[in-house]
């Protein structure tokens, strides 16, 4: 499209002094970001000699620059060597474009040639050479350049100086070289203070905070955000309370940007009691700060909490955004709490945002039902490609996959570009209901318009195979992933149990050990129902030792379950209850199911008598565990007789004909 107007412009441009016409071929230049239409679009410029005009042939070089990398900076040079009379900024767009390659030789090289065609370097080169400067000697070189150049103490200069010495580790010339800006300017504060979070110095980071303050610096949100990230890089509970009395001895936790990034660190690290003592504490609370206190109790699960928070910041002069809203919105459970926050929105006129609206959405989906779910989102003035996926997860986890499918094209129809998360859902969605092709058509879909498959999505595509029946595609999808994927690792493992292959889950669970990466629980729950499918006693033993001898992990009962499957289904019964036993009341009622359906197999009418007996007097035992010891006895001959009238699903199976304990 770009090409066509050009070429329409080109052909329309008789009068090079047409500023209408020049105008045009600019705006369609920056529209255009393909190599090869650009090259054939540069011909064309020679031959009607705009090449020599100094504008477009800059638009062109900028074009060339962001479109094709090395090859984009080699035509980009070739526009400039063209140039009779070029100035400043062409260097620097060529000196840029060779410096955001990393080949900083190239750059240099133009950075020579701008300084002997008399041309000094400004403000605007020097954080072009630094970006991604990997040599502390080079490095030094360019500020040794600026320096003489008169930048030294320039914040734009210093502050690209300072980020390059931080990335390389050199954290005590990165802080020299702000002592040095005359002016810091709250983009100089930031990034001093990224600096010193990147190198591990929590402390001086908020030192670093605390001289803005006294500057008399902004407080501007580039900072909050700098002191918020440093923050939560620390991990630890006791790495956030030194740096919470830090900043009470030096006097900044009054400060509302500092308690809230407390906040949000306390409640990051699960501690919410000291999150909601610092919010008490500080004495001017703006909405950061309720923000962050309504999210910390969410992501904790204190819903009510969190709700009970909101209310008094409504009850106070305190004004909701937004993102007030999205946060208390999620920590409704309950249905009335989120009719009583949207109406709400939509008096303050921040219903209509987007944001919100998904929110309502999910809520609705998690609360009420998928049905008033539908409703609301037919509703919804604009729907975002988040709306969509959220309602595509809500069918999924309803069920209702076939549906869930059947909104890709629907999103399609809209103009919604569907991104990373839709297409996971719909891979699942695929996966639970068995439909190949679907599938397929989503994998060519992905690979045709995505750049490479993040871990969620290239274990999404392998699973979705597996779950199919094409193992074939499975062990192709998986093998082109990133070893380093263990989501990626158990899915396999587990695809391989399902489908009777369980030399090859065990060999790969052995090969991903083997490779560095640590299993966790979900990795030894998938070999070891590998192993339980395939009746490998022995071997199953060895791993469920395994898990706490050499990796530190302490089983739980679905771990349990899986090994009380195994031996069930060996026929090994006494060794299962003992297992039982051992889990110490812990047992779940698909543990206990797994042993009844042991028995039944291997006709043990006292253990099954026994496992029901256990499960009506700890009453936690379903229609389908007595079903099942129903059909035992039937099979037998004998008959079952029920407990009460007031408890149906509450059976006592005694036999009729015997003498075997209920």
Known sequence: MAVRHLAIACSETANLHCCSHLDNLDRTLRSCHHIGPLKQLHGRFVQLGLHLHLVLSTTLMQAYARSAGRQGAAAASEVLRAQP????????????????????DEALGFLALMRRANHRPNRYTFPLLTQTCASLVRLGA?????????????????TAVLRAYGKLAVLGDARAVFDGIEAADDVAYAAII?????????????????????????????????????????????CGQWIHGYAVRTGLASDSCVSSCLIGLYSQLGDSNDAYKVFVETPERDVVAWNAMISGFACNGFEEEAFRVFMEMVSGNEKPTAGTL??????????????????????SGIGEDASVQTSVLDAFVKCRGLEAACLFFDGMPERSVVAWTALMAGFVDGGRCSQALCLLPEMQQENVVPDSGTFVCALLACARTGRLEPGKCIHGYMVRHFTGFS????????????????????????????????IGWSSMVAAYGRHGQAGEALDLFDCMVNSGARPDRVAFLSVLSACSHAGLVEKGWQYFNRMAEEFGIEPDERHYGCMVDLLGRAGLLDEARSLLVQMQGKATTRAYGALLSACSRHCDHVLASSVVSVLVNGECGDGGVYALLRNMYATEGLRPTGESQATPHRVSCRPVTTGIRA
């Open 142 to 158: 360019i500020h040794g350049l600026a320096i003489r150049a008169g930048y030294a103490s320039d914040a734009a200069v210093a």
């Open 455 to 486: 871990e969620m999505e290239s274990t999404a595509i392998s699973d979705m195979y597996a779950k199919c029946g094409n193992m074939n595609y499975a062990i192709l999808c998986f093998k082109s992933a990133s070893r380093e994927n263990l």
């Open 85 to 104: 009379e070029p100035d400043a900024f062409c260097y620097n767009v060529v000196v840029g474009a060779w410096a955001e390659l990393g080949l900083h």
């Open 326 to 347: 999205v946060g208390v919105i999620k920590a409704c459970c309950v249905l009335e709490n989120v009719m009583m926050v949207f109406p709400y929105s939509l008096k």
């Open 194 to 238: 990224t600096t010193c979070r990147e190198n591990g110095d929590g402390v001086a980071a908020l030192s670093m905070f605390g001289r803005s303050k006294t500057n008399s610096s902004s407080g501007s949100g580039v900072i909050s955000a700098s002191l918020k990230a440093c923050c939560e890089s620390f991990g630890g509970l006791l």
